[in-house]
Nanobody, 126 residues
Framework: QVQLVESGGGSVQAGGSLRLSCGAYGYTSSYFYMGWFRQAPGKEREGVASIDDNATTGYADSVKGRFTVSRDNAKNTLYLQMDSLKPEDTAMYYC????????????????????WGQGTQVTVSS
């Protein structure tokens, strides 16, 4: 059973940076696609960034140029470096993963992912 554990959330002022991490446990297969989603109160969960095991990435337009997704396959860990944070980035951030091949420079729909972490809160104050 795949388990995902996020860490690294917190509170920061606008313009600041945070780095999220997501450890993945319990899988050995290839084509392990990983991504970050976020959900603000009263809003739907939306894709933020994603990456396959060949390092092909996808980003939401709202975070392009500010966020960087990466992964360390040897450590089974996914990262999200968030720079130039804005108050509208405030949300619960979730790590997601599943076994599929995507091959496109965009974040897959959340329905593609069966495995989810518990979430980590990011709060950006103005």
């Amino acid at each position: 059973q795949v388990q995902l554990v996020e860490s690294g959330g917190g509170s920061v002022q606008a313009g600041g940076s945070l780095r999220l991490s997501c450890g993945a446990y319990g899988y050995t297969s290839s084509y392990f696609y990983m991504g970050w989603f976020r959900q603000a109160p009263g809003k739907e969960r939306e894709g933020v960034a994603s990456i396959d095991d060949n390092a092909t990435t996808g980003y939401a337009d709202s975070v392009k140029g500010r966020f960087t997704v990466s992964r360390d396959n040897a450590k089974n860990t996914l990262y999200l470096q968030m720079d130039s944070l804005k108050p509208e980035d405030t949300a619960m951030y979730y790590c997601a993963a599943d076994f599929f091949s995507w091959g496109r420079a965009q974040v897959p729909p959340k329905s593609y992912f069966r495995y989810w972490g518990q979430g980590t809160q990011v709060t950006v104050s103005s």
